[in-house]
C-alpha cells in the first residue's frame, strides 16, 4: 500500500510539474472555468445585495396591514375608517401623548431618470404619516431637513439619489401635474427604503386624488407576540378582513421573489457556459494524456500501475479548475462586491442595491469549478489508466 502511494505522489508531482510544457491550452482552460465562475458569482453576489437590502429593511415589532389578499402595497386599498379601527386595536404601543405610533401610508410611482443610461423608471414617492419615520430603525437625515407637513417638499434616499438624476438637494422635480422641491436627503441603515421619495401623507392624498384610502399602515407593537392579538382582531372583526403580517416578514417575502428569479436567470447561463468549460478541460487533458504516452507507458513498464496514472491526470484537471475558480472569485470580487445597481421590487419600482459577495457564494462559485474540473479530467485519466504500454511506446 505505502508502495502505491508513493507511485501516486510521484506521478501526480510528474504531471503538475509538466504543465508549463502546455502552458497556451492549460491557460485557456483556467480562463474558461474562470469566466463561468465570474457569470455565476455576478448573479449570486446581485441576488444576495438585493436580498440583504429588502430583508434587512423589516422589524419584528412593526405590523404591516395590508387589503385581505395583497402581495405588495401597490394594489392594497385600507380605507381611512379601518385606519381608525387598527388605531383602537389590541397589541398598537402608544407614545408618551398616548397617541397610537401608526403610520397610514400611500404608495405611488413616479417616473425618474437613470444616471447611467438617461432611461426613464419607475421611483417610489411614498406619502407617509406623522410617525412614518418614527416607525423605520436608523433614519436620520444626512442632507437639508425633514419635509414641512402640509407643504410640496419631498425628501430622498441617500441611495435613489446616487443612480437617479434631477433629485439633488434644492431641486425642483414634477410628479404629476405638481412640482415639488426637495429640501433633504435622509438614509436608513443601507435598507429598502432608501431607494424612496417620502412626503407628506395627506398632500400626496390631495394632489392624486386619494383622500379616503391609503394602500398600507405600518403600526409599533408592544412587541413581537402581540402580533397575534392584532391578527386575531383583524380576522374577528368584519370591518377589517386585512391581512397583518410583520414588516420582517413582509420584506422577507419581497426579498425572496426578486433574488429567487435572479438566480434563475444566473445559474442556467452559468451552467452552460460550464458545458464549454467542461469540453475545454476534456481537451485540455486529452492533449495532456497524448503528450506523455510515451512517459506513461515507460512508468507502466517499470511497474507503475495504472491507478497513480488516474489520479495524476484528475490531479492535473483539478488543479487547473482551482486556478480557474479562485481567480473567477477574485475578479468577481474586485469588478462587482460593492458596485451599486438598481432592478424592480416587489411593487415595480426601482430598488438600489449593492452587490455583495459572501464566503459562501465565493465557496458555491469554487465548487463549481471543481465540479467542472473534475468531469472534464476523468475520461482522459480513464485513459491515461489504460493505456497500453505498446500504444505508449509507439505514440511519437
Same mark, same amino acid.
Given at each position: 500500500?505505502?508502495?502505491?502511494?508513493?507511485?501516486?505522489?510521484?506521478?501526480?508531482?510528474?504531471?503538475?510539474?509538466?504543465?508549463?510544457?502546455?502552458?497556451?491550452?492549460?491557460?485557456?482552460?483556467?480562463?474558461?472555468?474562470?469566466? +463561468? +465562475?465570474?457569470?455565476?458569482?455576478?448573479?449570486?453576489?446581485? *441576488?444576495?445585495?438585493?436580498?440583504? $437590502?429588502?430583508?434587512?429593511?423589516?422589524?419584528?415589532?412593526?405590523?404591516?396591514?395590508?387589503?385581505?389578499?395583497?402581495?405588495?402595497?401597490?394594489?392594497? $386599498?385600507?380605507?381611512?375608517?379601518?385606519?381608525?379601527?387598527? =388605531?383602537?386595536?389590541?397589541?398598537?404601543?402608544?407614545?408618551?401623548?398616548?397617541?397610537?405610533?401608526?403610520?397610514? !401610508?400611500?404608495?405611488?410611482?413616479?417616473?425618474?431618470?437613470?444616471?447611467?443610461?438617461?432611461?426613464?423608471?419607475?421611483?417610489?414617492?411614498?406619502?407617509?404619516?406623522?410617525?412614518?419615520? =418614527?416607525?423605520?430603525?436608523?433614519?436620520?437625515?444626512? *442632507?437639508?431637513?425633514?419635509?414641512?407637513?402640509?407643504?410640496?417638499?419631498?425628501?430622498?434616499?441617500?441611495?435613489?439619489? @446616487? !443612480?437617479?438624476?434631477?433629485?439633488?438637494?434644492?431641486?425642483?422635480?414634477?410628479?404629476?401635474?405638481? @412640482?415639488? $422641491?426637495?429640501?433633504?436627503?435622509? =438614509?436608513?441603515?443601507?435598507?429598502?427604503? =432608501?431607494?424612496?421619495?417620502?412626503?407628506?401623507?395627506?398632500?400626496?392624498?390631495?394632489?392624486?386624488?386619494?383622500?379616503?384610502?391609503?394602500?398600507?399602515? @405600518?403600526?409599533?407593537?408592544?412587541?413581537?407576540?402581540?402580533?397575534?392579538?392584532?391578527?386575531?382582531?383583524?380576522?374577528?372583526?368584519?370591518?377589517?378582513?386585512?391581512?397583518?403580517?410583520?414588516?420582517?416578514?413582509?420584506?422577507?417575502?419581497?426579498?425572496?421573489?426578486?433574488?429567487?428569479?435572479?438566480?434563475?436567470?444566473?445559474?442556467?447561463?452559468?451552467?452552460?457556459?460550464?458545458?464549454?468549460?467542461?469540453?475545454?478541460?476534456?481537451?485540455?487533458?486529452?492533449?495532456?494524456?497524448?503528450?506523455?504516452?510515451?512517459?506513461?507507458?515507460?512508468?507502466?513498464?517499470?511497474?507503475?500501475?495504472?491507478?497513480?496514472?488516474?489520479? #495524476?491526470?484528475?490531479?492535473?484537471?483539478?488543479?487547473?479548475?482551482?486556478?480557474?475558480?479562485?481567480?473567477?472569485?477574485?475578479?468577481?470580487?474586485?469588478?462587482?462586491?460593492?458596485?451599486?445597481?438598481?432592478?424592480?421590487?416587489?411593487?415595480? $419600482?426601482?430598488?438600489?442595491?449593492?452587490?455583495?459577495?459572501?464566503?459562501?457564494?465565493?465557496? !458555491?462559485?469554487?465548487?463549481?469549478?471543481?465540479?467542472?474540473?473534475?468531469?472534464? #479530467?476523468?475520461?482522459?485519466?480513464?485513459?491515461?489508466?489504460?493505456?497500453?504500454?505498446?500504444?505508449?511506446?509507439?505514440?511519437?
Amino acid at each position: 500500500m505505502r508502495s502505491l502511494w508513493l507511485q501516486v505522489a510521484a506521478v501526480t508531482a510528474i504531471n503538475l510539474k509538466s504543465i508549463s510544457q502546455r502552458r497556451w491550452l492549460s491557460l485557456s482552460t483556467v480562463i474558461a472555468i474562470a469566466l +463561468v +465562475v465570474i457569470v455565476l458569482l455576478a448573479f449570486l453576489a446581485m *441576488a444576495n445585495g438585493f436580498q440583504r $437590502t429588502i430583508a434587512g429593511s423589516g422589524a419584528d415589532d412593526i405590523a404591516i396591514v395590508l387589503r385581505a389578499g395583497s402581495q405588495a402595497e401597490i394594489n392594497s $386599498t385600507v380605507s381611512r375608517d379601518q385606519v381608525r379601527l387598527i =388605531e383602537d386595536g389590541p397589541g398598537i404601543a402608544r407614545g408618551s401623548d398616548g397617541k397610537p405610533l401608526i403610520s397610514p !401610508e400611500l404608495y405611488l410611482v413616479v417616473d425618474g431618470i437613470k444616471r447611467t443610461t438617461k432611461t426613464k423608471a419607475n421611483l417610489p414617492l411614498r406619502g407617509i404619516g406623522e410617525q412614518g419615520s =418614527e416607525l423605520r430603525k436608523d433614519v436620520r437625515i444626512t *442632507a437639508g431637513r425633514m419635509f414641512n407637513r402640509g407643504s410640496n417638499e419631498v425628501v430622498v434616499g441617500k441611495a435613489l439619489l @446616487r !443612480e437617479f438624476e434631477g433629485l439633488d438637494l434644492g431641486s425642483t422635480v414634477s410628479f404629476g401635474a405638481t @412640482r415639488w $422641491t426637495v429640501v433633504g436627503v435622509f =438614509e436608513a441603515g443601507g435598507s429598502v427604503f =432608501e431607494s424612496e421619495i417620502w412626503a407628506d401623507l395627506s398632500v400626496v392624498q390631495s394632489l392624486f386624488n386619494r383622500n379616503n384610502i391609503v394602500q398600507i399602515v @405600518r403600526a409599533r407593537l408592544t412587541g413581537p407576540a402581540a402580533l397575534n392579538e392584532l391578527k386575531s382582531y383583524s380576522d374577528n372583526d368584519p370591518r377589517l378582513k386585512l391581512d397583518v403580517k410583520s414588516e420582517a416578514s413582509y420584506f422577507a417575502e419581497q426579498a425572496s421573489q426578486t433574488s429567487d428569479l435572479i438566480q434563475k436567470l444566473g445559474w442556467p447561463l452559468a451552467i452552460a457556459m460550464a458545458l464549454g468549460a467542461v469540453a475545454g478541460a476534456l481537451n485540455t487533458m486529452y492533449s495532456s494524456v497524448a503528450a506523455r504516452a510515451t512517459e506513461i507507458a515507460t512508468l507502466r513498464a517499470i511497474g507503475f500501475g495504472g491507478f497513480p496514472a488516474f489520479v #495524476g491526470t484528475l490531479a492535473e484537471s483539478l488543479l487547473l479548475a482551482a486556478i480557474g475558480g479562485l481567480l473567477g472569485a477574485a475578479a468577481t470580487y474586485l469588478i462587482f462586491d460593492g458596485v451599486t445597481a438598481s432592478t424592480l421590487g416587489g411593487n415595480f $419600482t426601482q430598488v438600489v442595491f449593492d452587490f455583495k459577495l459572501s464566503p459562501w457564494l465565493i465557496a !458555491e462559485g469554487v465548487m463549481l469549478a471543481l465540479i467542472v474540473g473534475l468531469i472534464g #479530467g476523468l475520461f482522459p485519466a480513464l485513459r491515461a489508466a489504460r493505456l497500453p504500454i505498446v500504444e505508449g511506446l509507439y505514440a511519437n
